[in-house]
C-alpha cells in the first residue's frame, strides 16, 4: 500500500520549571508510524498516552524533540504539505454571532481559495455534511452534534487528502454519533485518508482499517481490522484495548 504520512522515531518532551527544579514529562517517544493512502486510521489511548500530541506534532503545532515526520514523502513542516491536511479539534470554536455559512467561508478565505471560488466550494461542502438547510443558521444556534459537522466542514472546504481528527464523536448522542459514522465513511469512500484519535472504542471498531494502541508515549501495538472483525463479533477491540493497556502498565482505566 502507498505510505502517505509518515512518522520516524519522535520523541516529544514536556519541561515544566519549578524554582531550581525542572520535571520532564514524555509525550511521544520513538513513535514510528506509516498511514497508508486511502485508509482510516484510529488512534488510541488513555488520557495522557500521547494521542493529541502525535496529533498537534504532525500538523506543526508542536515540535519535536527528535524524530522526522513526512507527508507525501515531503518532511514537514512544509508549507505546501500541510496545506493537504484538515483538522478537526476536540473543541471546535466559532464565533458565535456568525452564520454557518460565513464560517466556511471566512475558512475559504484562510485557506486562500480564490474569491471567485469560495462560494461555490461552499455550497459544496454544506451539501455534502448535509448542512445546506442549515446554511443560515447562527453559531449561537447550532446544537453539538451540528457544530461537530461543521468542524469537520471547515477541514474540508480546502478539499485535503488528509484528514485530522481529535475525539471528533466525544459528547455526541446516539443520532450524532450515526451521522458521524456516515459521514466520515463517505468521505472515505471519495478517497479521503482519515486519521483520529478516540476513547469510543465501539465506534473505532466499526470504521477503522487499523489501529495504533498508545500507552505512556509508546505505540505498543498496531491492529488489522481482521483482527477483531472475526464472524461478525463485537467488542473485540475492546478487550484487546483493555487486555494491551493493563500489560504494559496501566492498572486502572479510571
Keep these: 500500500m502507498e505510505t502517505l504520512l509518515k512518522l520516524s522515531n519522535l520523541t516529544k518532551e514536556y519541561k515544566k520549571s519549578h524554582l531550581w527544579k525542572t520535571k520532564r514529562t514524555i509525550g511521544v517517544k520513538d513513535l514510528s508510524l506509516e498511514i497508508y493512502k486511502g485508509e482510516i486510521f484510529g488512534l488510541l489511548g488513555q488520557n495522557g498516552a500521547g494521542k493529541t500530541t502525535t496529533l498537534k506534532l504532525i500538523l506543526g503545532l508542536l515540535f519535536q524533540n527528535k524524530g522526522e515526520i513526512f507527508l507525501e514523502g515531503k518532511i514537514l513542516p512544509n508549507r505546501s504539505a500541510i496545506q493537504k491536511t484538515g483538522f478537526v479539534p476536540e473543541v471546535p470554536y466559532f464565533p458565535r454571532y456568525l452564520t454557518v455559512k460565513e464560517v466556511l467561508e471566512f475558512y475559504g478565505l484562510l485557506s486562500n481559495i480564490p474569491k471567485s ?42 478539499d485535503p487528502e488528509l484528514l485530522i481528527l481529535d475525539e471528533p464523536i466525544t459528547g455526541l448522542d446516539p443520532l450524532g454519533l450515526a451521522e458521524m459514522r456516515e459521514l466520515l465513511l463517505d468521505l472515505n469512500s471519495k478517497g479521503k485518508t482519515i486519521l483520529f484519535s478516540s476513547h469510543i472504542i465501539a465506534e473505532v471498531e466499526k470504521i477503522a482499517h487499523r489501529v495504533g494502541i498508545l500507552v ?20 473485540k477491540l475492546e478487550k484487546i484495548y483493555i487486555d494491551t493497556v493493563r500489560e504494559f502498565g496501566v492498572s486502572s482505566l479510571l
Excluded at 508515549?217 to 488489522?224: P, W
Design 117 to 158: 471560488q469560495i462560494i461555490q466550494r461552499t455550497v459544496e461542502v454544506l451539501k455534502l455534511m448535509r448542512m445546506f438547510e442549515h446554511k443560515d443558521k447562527r453559531i449561537r444556534e447550532c446544537s453539538k452534534g451540528m457544530l461537530q459537522r461543521l468542524s469537520l466542514a471547515q477541514s474540508l472546504i480546502h
Design 216 to 235: 505512556d508515549g509508546k505505540l505498543v501495538k498496531l491492529l488489522n481490522s481482521s483482527e477483531w472483525n472475526q464472524n461478525g463479533e463485537t467488542g
